[in-house]
């Protein structure tokens, strides 16, 4: 199934996956629409398209694979894996703490 089949344009589908996540980033949380006075004028500033399985990685191209998320998420995540991303993020988290031990601050 690809994203033509059953959506019109990627924006519709972006719009689609925001509103299952409730307007949020699928990783961080983060608020994903900007809404202005008229509320069909939602804009979607941050959100960005980004499979969750790399393509590279086998990962399928349609909205199975799909979520939308912030695109600091999606730069971070870049071609990792969820489990990459995962690791990634425990040496980050280490990192700063170990830091943080380290100046007491
Ligand atoms: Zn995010």
Known sequence: M???ATHRSKRELL???VGKQNGLCAYCDVPLVTVGRNPRMATLAHATLEHV???AAGGALDETNLVA???QCNRL???LTLEQLRLLVARIERFTALSTARTGG
């Open 2 to 4: 690809s994203i033509a």
């Open 15 to 17: 719009l689609d996956l």
């Open 53 to 55: 399985v790399p393509v």
């Open 69 to 71: 998320a912030c695109w």
């Open 77 to 79: 995540k870049g071609s």
